[in-house]
Nanobody, 114 residues
Framework: QVQLVESGGGLVQPGGSLRLSCAAPGIIFSLYTMGWYRQAPGKQRELVATMTGDSTNYADSVNGRFTISKDNAKSTMYLQMNTLKPEDTAVYYC?????????WGQGTQVTVSS
């Protein structure tokens, strides 16, 4: 059973930075598409960023501010979030997908507020 565990969320002021981590033991990064998604109150879950191999994809709303990366040796994926805005406030979820396999973490809250 694969368990993805996010960490690193919290309260940050507008313009600040946070780095989210997703521990993914048992996931072979070279096979899976890894991704970050978020869900704000009253809204649908939306894609933030994905990584397949070394290829990355970002939502327009975060492109240039967020960076997805991974450390194969630590089986951990990251999301570096810079220049945070109040509209980035959401629960952020880690995802690992390969063929019919689709794993999610429990989410970590990010709140951007002064």
């Amino acid at each position: 059973q694969v368990q993805l565990v996010e960490s690193g969320g919290g309260l940050v002021q507008p313009g600040g930075s946070l780095r989210l981590s997703c521990a993914a033991p048992g996931i072979i990064f070279s096979l899976y598409t890894m991704g970050w998604y978020r869900q704000a109150p009253g809204k649908q879950r939306e894609l933030v960023a994905t990584m397949t191999g070394d290829s990355t994809n970002y939502a327009d709303s975060v492109n240039g501010r967020f960076t997805i990366s991974k450390d194969n040796a630590k089986s951990t994926m990251y999301l570096q979030m810079n220049t945070l805005k109040p509209e980035d406030t959401a629960v952020y979820y880690c995802n690992a997908r390969w063929h019919t396999l689709d794993f999610w973490g429990q989410g970590t809250q990010v709140t951007v507020s002064s």
